[in-house]
């Protein structure tokens, strides 16, 4: 059985500060990982993705994810918030023995401060 | 290119009703996926369409949602009766044909469904 932990509902930070979006997985199997965004009245865009290559993965916007399996954590991380920044995130994992099926963490809303 | 739709944006709709909700994927994507996340829950994997076979319904909740996909283009996902517990956001997700290597997941905006 795969699941996906997300550690913090809510993350305040202010602008031009780092964020960190903390996720725990676990798998029984070499996972796939995502990180996705939805910004308000928008759809779900994805952020970056692990799929057994580098462990350290760099999306768009500036974010980056280090898939740690020792620790079994994909944290998402970026240096310097921007106000668009603001926004859900969603950690998610692919199942190995599944064609396409991905199963979603609880969200982590995002909250910049000026 | 356009990107995936949905189609209303927003329902709102009785117990006991019936209500048919639309997805259009990105043109040439074999792949059509269906997610709900009700209040305060997860969002949940429903069920995935290879053009117009159902490869994958282990998430359908129950015999009140029928989901098809005539001709491998657009999808309908019906909820009939609908439940108070059916209320919730339903997203609809794309994806190129194959599984290798894995394709990301285009998805809609999603559509809000609430059930008074």
Known sequence: AQSVTQLDSHVSVSEGTPVLLRCNYSSSYSPSLFWYVQHPNKGLQLLLKYTSAATLVKGINGFEAEFKKSETSFHLTKPSAHMSDAAEYFCVVKQSDSWGKLQFGAGTQVVVTP | ?116
């Open chain 2, 1 to 116: 290119e356009a990107g995936v739709t949905q189609f209303p944006s927003h329902s709102v709709i009785e117990k006991g009703q019936t209500v048919t909700l639309r997805c259009d994927p990105i043109s040439g994507h074999d792949n059509l996926y269906w997610y709900r996340r009700v209040m305060g829950k997860e969002i949940k994997f429903l069920l995935h369409f290879v053009k117009e076979s159902k490869q994958d319904e282990s998430g359908m909740p129950n015999n009140r949602f029928l989901a098809e996909r005539t001709g491998g283009t657009y999808s309908t996902l019906k909820v009939q009766p609908a439940e108070l517990e059916d209320s919730g956001v339903y997203f609809c997700a794309s994806s190129p044909p194959g599984t290798i290597p894995f394709y990301e997941q285009y998805f809609g905006p999603g559509t809000r469904l609430t059930v008074t």
